[in-house]
């Protein structure tokens, strides 16, 4: 297969040992092993890779898979906690080659998917610019992971998801056909090819059903965001293809829509000891509209103290000095009498220094009768060590708890923020019953929560753990109207779990959505519609758990 492959690609092809082990991985929980490992160095090498496979998919059976044939599941990063970047067949790694920045202009840049974020983020800071939708893996993630996965993350609370910034894109669809997609009236489907007409009808036939089955939370990734393509008299497919995971087609090129940064940023720090008022403070935070609302629970802040050498990393010996210092709140608390169980980074943003001192005192006062500690950090440095806390704490759980590791898979479960005080004491009380460690960190004023377990891999119960705790929360979830998942999309962990959240009337189209955009099954699958007795199914999940050291040497 390699050597037919390396006729038509011009790319690096790699199926060695130390490779095929390393793209067995992401973040989550499984270990999938892939056949081969290409990096393609252009979209004419993705073109003619979909075509040779979309031809020869049945000519390189794999008996080992159960006979499965050819398929491409796209990679960037590797960041994916779902499982959504890991495949059986052909791996398509775009961090090689395709990471570069194709034009900008104005408030428009385009770029190839391999990009890291953190590389788009010095060019677009450098204009006075930002893409707000940043996950809290900024550091790691790359861009086409964040059109994949239709990322969010603390800023989306005021400025939304990634589909709200994507203009248009260049994808590779099944065909072998590398389309420009960007929106158009809605008066013009007569005109467009026929897959964009099959989407037109699939909607117009469906249209109270999909209207019914949109979850009523903030955001939402699970199954294909349908209820978003056609609005204001406008189609816009990339709003079905962003957050698809690479089941309908292979992105090339991605132009996104940026925001001015602003000028002054204040972040405020609150202490919370009793989680009970949490909903209704919440609520009242809201009503200043601040940029971001973000938590951290008690567990999350002692693993960053007790572990604070990864934040001190290049930071000098005066650096050092100010970072122990600046964590004198915490240890006061601590003295007088512990922990506090959550902690709130509420941050504001304006144009104007005295608007915003305004808006931080304002949101005090009106929360004073809460019986919280409020910390008002000095300046950026000091905010900086609150958000390395929060964007870093599922690395360091990684990293340094012995004997466990973390166990994505009710990781990002969402409700309404009215909802909280009743649905938080029943989660942890599901939690109980299984003796879990676990740490909680997300965006409360969402109401999405990451939740991540501990757990021990050489365990034999850790896959029945697994799938009934998955059932417990999610039902729970689906009782106070949430979503399974807010951001991090369904992969193999959560495609199972479709039909629960949605009943079969919805999978059925979305089924019909896939067969549209990918009729021979090409494209990353068992995520979002589950292959019989493969991936996307619950004994798949429990077949590739991967085992405790494999975990421990992950990506």
Not at 375 to 389: M, Q
Request: proline share 4%; glycine share 8%; with cysteine.
């Amino acid at each position: 297969m390699k050597e037919e492959i390396l006729k038509f690609f011009k790319g690096v092809a790699d199926d060695s040992e130390e490779t095929l082990a390393k793209y067995s991985k992401d973040a989550s929980i499984f270990e999938v092993r892939p056949r081969l490992v290409l990096f393609p160095l252009d979209s004419d090498d993705v073109v003619n890779l979909v075509e040779w496979v979309s031809e020869n998919k049945e000519k390189y059976l794999d008996p080992a898979k159960g006979g499965a044939g050819l398929s491409i599941t796209a990679r960037c990063a590797g960041t994916d906690m779902s499982g959504g970047a890991i495949g059986e067949s052909i791996i398509l790694d775009f961090t090689k080659y395709m990471n570069k920045m194709v034009t900008f202009d104005g408030d428009k840049i385009t770029v190839e998917p391999g990009m890291f974020y953190r590389d788009f983020e010095k060019i677009t800071l450098a204009k006075g610019l930002i893409l707000p939708c940043y996950t809290a893996s900024k550091s790691m993630n790359a861009m086409g992971g964040m059109f994949g996965n239709n990322s969010a993350g603390e800023k989306t609370l005021k400025y939304g998801k990634a589909e709200d910034y994507i203009l248009e894109s260049k994808v590779v669809f099944a065909d072998g056909i590398e389309r420009t997609v960007k929106p158009f009236s809605v008066n013009e489907i007569s005109q467009k090819e026929e897959i964009y007409k099959k989407i037109y009808e699939l909607i117009k036939q469906n249209k109270e059903e999909i209207k019914l089955a949109k979850p009523n939370v903030h955001k939402n990734s699970a199954g294909y965001y349908l209820w978003n393509v056609i609005k204001d008299n406008i189609f816009d497919l990339n709003k079905l293809l962003v957050g698809s995971q690479g089941t309908l087609g292979i992105a090339t090129e991605i132009t996104f829509k940026l925001v001015p940064v602003a000028k002054f940023s204040k972040l405020v720090v609150i202490f919370m000891r009793d989680l009970e008022p949490l909903g209704r403070l919440v609520g009242e935070i809201l009503e200043e509209k601040p940029e971001a609302l973000e938590a951290y629970d008690d567990k999350t802040l002692w693993l960053a103290i007790k572990f604070f050498r990864e934040f001190l990393k290049n930071k000098g010996f005066l650096g050092i000095v100010k970072f122990f210092w600046s964590f004198l709140p915490e240890f006061k608390m601590m003295l007088r009498g512990g922990f506090p169980k959550l902690v709130l980074l509420v941050e504001f943003a304006e144009e104007d220094k005295r608007n915003l001192n305004y808006k931080c005192e304002k949101m005090i006062e009106k929360i004073k009768n809460f019986q919280v500690k409020v910390h008002v950090t000095k300046d950026g440095n000091e905010a900086s060590k609150y958000w390395d806390i929060r964007r870093e704490s599922f690395n360091l759980l990684r990293k340094h708890i012995k004997g466990k590791r973390t166990a994505p898979f009710i990781d990002d479960i969402i409700v309404r923020p009215e909802f909280l005080p009743k649905f938080l004491p029943e989660l942890n009380r599901i939690l109980g019953e299984y003796k879990l460690i676990y740490t909680i960190a997300g965006h409360a004023g969402d109401g999405n929560f990451h939740i991540i377990p501990l757990m021990d891999f050489s365990r034999p119960d850790v896959p029945q753990v697994i799938n009934e705790l998955s059932e417990k929360v999610y039902d729970l979830v689906l009782k106070y109207h949430g979503s399974i998942t807010a951001e991090h999309n369904d992969g193999i962990i959560r495609t199972p779990y479709l039909e629960k959240m949605y009943g079969k009337e919805m999978v059925n189209i979305f089924k019909k959505v896939k067969q549209i955009f990918d009729p021979k099954n090409i494209f990353n699958p068992g995520k979002k519609i589950p292959v019989e007795g493969g991936p996307g199914t619950k004994e798949y999940i429990v077949s590739h758990i991967a085992e405790e050291h494999h975990i421990k040497h992950g990506v």
